[in-house]
T-cell receptor
Framework: EAQVTQNPRYLITVTGKKLTVTCSQN?????MSWYRQDPGLGLRQIYY???????DKGDVPEGYKVSRKEKRNFPLILESPSPNQTSLYFC???????????????FGEGSRLTVL | GENVEQHPSTLSVQEGDSAVIKCTYS??????FPWYKQELGKRPQLIID?????GEKKDQRIAVTLNKTAKHFSLHITETQPEDSAVYFC??????????????FGTGTRLLVSP
């Protein structure tokens, strides 16, 4: 089954304790991205990657890191989490796009993170 | 960079009525405009999209219109049903020949369809 898998789905942690949210897709997608969803603010892009070893900042990258060593995996790293990073996080992937190629973003189920 | 504004933030309609959600974008180079639906507790899913070379696209009860001059696009849902209740997000992106980069979403519209 084609899917984007995130782990953990729920996490409560404390300020300053490094954590990683993993994201894996089995659709051979080149494009992957992380979003955070907060009430009234919609979906805001944190980082994206257009291919292996190619990553770039989205609109809210502060406090986050990513890596893309393999095509299928795109982990999100919070080196020193703070309470303002409490949010619902979504990983998403899509086909590589050439001209009029398919552009649908496939989202993971989300990871709800609480930083105390 | 691109900025997408979405209105209204909440919309309540009676079953069978039509619903319209509107978005405006700032970057005239944006050329692709998808709409995503997020049911309660679920992930967002693409429901319809439109490219800048067309003005309207329909898929059964949903349609999207695009006015490039005004930098405005809208989602239209006809004959609404309770299962249409969800949060709807518009988005705008500038696609390049190697793919798309920053996909900017609107802030979402919570649609409630009452029986």
């Amino acid at each position: 089954e084609a899917q984007v898998t995130q782990n953990p789905r729920y996490l409560i942690t404390v300020t300053g304790k490094k954590l990683t949210v993993t994201c894996s897709q089995n659709m051979n997608h080149e494009y992957m991205s992380w979003y955070r969803q907060d009430p009234g603010l919609g979906l805001r892009q944190i980082y994206y990657s257009m291919n292996v070893e190619v990553t770039d900042k989205g609109d809210v990258p502060e406090g986050y890191k990513v890596s893309r060593k393999e095509k299928r995996n795109f982990p999100l790293i919070l080196e020193s989490p703070s309470p303002n990073q409490t949010s619902l996080y979504f990983c998403a992937s899509s086909f590589d796009l050439q001209g009029n190629g398919k552009v649908e973003l496939f989202f993971g189920e989300g990871s709800r993170l609480t930083v105390l | 960079g691109e900025n997408v504004e979405q209105h209204p933030s909440t919309l309540s309609v009676q079953e069978g009525d039509s619903a319209v959600i509107k978005c405006t974008y700032s970057d005239s180079a944006s050329n692709y405009f998808p709409w995503y639906k997020q049911e309660l507790g679920k992930r967002p899913q693409l429901i319809i999209d439109i490219r800048s070379n067309v003005g309207e696209k329909k898929d059964q009860r949903i349609a999207v219109t695009l006015n490039k001059t005004a930098k405005h696009f809208s989602l239209h849902i006809t004959e609404t049903q309770p299962e249409d209740s969800a949060v709807y997000f518009c988005a705008a992106i500038r696609m390049v020949n190697t793919g798309f980069q920053k996909l900017v979403f609107g802030t979402g519209t919570r649609l409630l369809v009452s029986p």
